[in-house]
């Protein structure tokens, strides 16, 4: 039973910073890439960020230099640190999980968390 959990949302102003925490159990955590994604209403979700099984990591143009993604896998947990927050930041986040090496893209991804909302508005 593979499963993720977000935590860490909440409601921001514009510059300031939150802590998003991916939590996982139930399959070999250190083989497996995990990635960060979002979704604002009517838009597409799209990938923010992931770091593969190996300690690679990539962002998302839109975020490069303000976000960064980090894993703990004696806790087996996966952190993304977001600062300097803009209003097109805001959007449910999710974190997802697949075997060996990182992608932003979402269709390549097999396990999803349920999400947590980020607001950044003033």
């Known amino acids: 039973q593979l499963q993720l959990v977000e935590s860490g949302g909440g409601l921001v102003q514009p510059g300031g910073s939150l802590r998003l925490s991916c939590a996982a159990s139930?399959?070999?955590?250190?083989?497996?890439?995990i990635g960060w994604f979002r979704q604002a209403p009517g838009k597409e979700r799209e990938g923010v960020s992931y770091i593969s099984s190996g300690g690679e990591t990539n962002y998302a143009d839109s975020v490069k230099d303000r976000f960064t993604i980090s894993r703990d896998n004696a806790k087996n947990t996966v952190t993304l640190q977001m600062n300097s927050l803009k209003p097109e930041d805001t959007g449910t986040y999710y974190c997802a999980a697949r075997i060996g090496l990182g992608t932003l893209q979402t269709r390549r991804y097999n396990y999803w968390g349920q999400g947590t909302q980020v607001t950044v508005s003033s």
């Open positions: 139930g399959f070999t955590f250190n083989t497996y890439a």
